[in-house]
């Protein structure tokens, strides 16, 4: 299907349930360069604990973050036993997947402890953020 000029309707930005909003903007802060665009205050909240939102400083799909107190993190890989399933997953693109998990690492992410056995590790590699949500690290060059 073709677009055909502007869109009324657009995606603007993905919100990520979690348990600690502060924690969630530092870490993407730090990992995709983003910047906070707006907060709410604890005497403006309508529910949650929180909320954060982030923006690309070259503009593009905005991200943010809702702390719940009765967050769970989902689960990886995914099973049957009643766990909270994972519903979506962020497909990030690196030059170099090697340096960017190590990056994830150092602003205080982790690498999930299961990777699918028929993907190569230095093209992708699935890494968990602070509140536990998978997202894959992707060689660009497969985005190209």
Known sequence: MEASGPRPIRLGGICLDCADAEEM???????????????????????GSGWIALRAPA???GLSFQAEP???????PEDDDGAQQKMM??????????AAAAEVIGAGGRQAPFQPPDRDPSRLRVMLDPAGHP???VDAADFA
């Open 59 to 61: 503009g593009g799909l």
């Open 70 to 76: 009765y967050y769970r993190p989902p689960t990886w």
């Open 25 to 47: 903007a530092a870490f993407y802060c730090r990992v995709l360069g983003y910047e906070v665009a707006a907060r709410d205050t604890a005497d403006m909240r309508a529910g």
């Open 89 to 98: 997953h962020f497909e990030v693109a690196a030059e170099d997947v090697e």
């Open 135 to 137: 997202f894959c690290l």
